[in-house]
T-cell receptor, first 115, second 112 residues
Framework: EAGVTQSPTHLIKTRGQQATLRCSPI?????VYWYQQALGLGLQFLLWYDEGEERNRGNFPPRFSGRQFPNYSSELNVNALELEDSALYLC??????????????FGEGSRLTVL | GDSVTQMEGPVTLSEEAFLTINCTYTATGYPSLFWYVQYPGEGLQLLLK?????DKGSNKGFEATYRKETTSFHLEKGSVQVSDSAVYFCALKKGATNKLIFGTGTLLAVQP
């Protein structure tokens, strides 16, 4: 069974540009979560999507946004990139209700570098 | 606000040594507690969890006990192997939310 897949693996952008990151959940999972892992800061919760709807949002500015498609895959968009947006962005998935148990399945991440 | 604090790494041990990775938390109410592990080149995966005070989570020889009196969830293993080399993350979750709050991670390196 394929795990959570993320693309691209690496992305280099300059300040002010936009970045789009993609995530495909495990087959059968309806919930997708996005986390930011900046150096030395652990994983910071960004967004949670379930059944196509945004269910919860972390303490990030509105230029971080995303969506979930009918096939449950998801996109994370970061507009007006700033240097401090450089980080590893992790996507995780779970079954809709089982996600409430805290068991998430993570991808390997997309590393965004902003120059 | 709610937070998780882990001991800083890297932790370097010889094979068969005893492992402790400290984790303490700050949270109101009664959170659930988790340890996730990230092996080289792989995504994070759930290692073990505990949902209420005095519960012990265990998996693959690792154990952690939910201690509400000391707000701790320390990870232990009696005899580590080279294959245990990874980054370990402590995390908490409250109530019915899906938001996990993670610590900064602890790198464990086990030498043969």
């Amino acid at each position: 069974e394929a795990g959570v897949t993320q693309s691209p693996t690496h992305l280099i952008k300059t300040r002010g540009q936009q970045a789009t990151l993609r995530c495909s959940p495990i087959s059968g999972h309806t919930s997708v979560y996005w986390y930011q892992q900046a150096l030395g800061l652990g994983l910071q919760f960004l967004l949670w999507y379930d059944e196509g709807e945004e269910r919860n949002r972390g303490n990030f500015p509105p230029r971080f946004s995303g969506r979930q498609f009918p096939n449950y895959s998801s996109e994370l968009n970061v507009n007006a990139l700033e240097l401090e947006d450089s980080a590893l962005y992790l996507c995780a998935s779970s079954y809709g209700d089982r996600g409430k148990t805290g068991e998430l399945f993570f991808g390997e991440g997309s590393r965004l570098t902003v120059l | 606000g709610d937070s998780v604090t882990q001991m800083e790494g890297p932790v370097t041990l010889s094979e068969e040594a005893f492992l402790t990775i400290n984790c303490t938390y700050t949270a109101t109410g009664y959170p659930s507690l988790f340890w996730y592990v990230q092996y080289p080149g792989e995504g994070l995966q759930l290692l073990l969890k505990a949902t209420k005070a005095d519960d012990k989570g265990s998996n693959k020889g690792f154990e952690a006990t939910y201690r509400k009196e000391t707000t701790s969830f320390h990870l232990e293993k009696g005899s580590v192997q080279v294959s245990d080399s990874a980054v370990y993350f402590c995390a908490l979750k409250k109530g019915a939310t899906n938001k996990l709050i993670f610590g900064t991670g602890t790198l464990l390196a086990v030498q043969p």
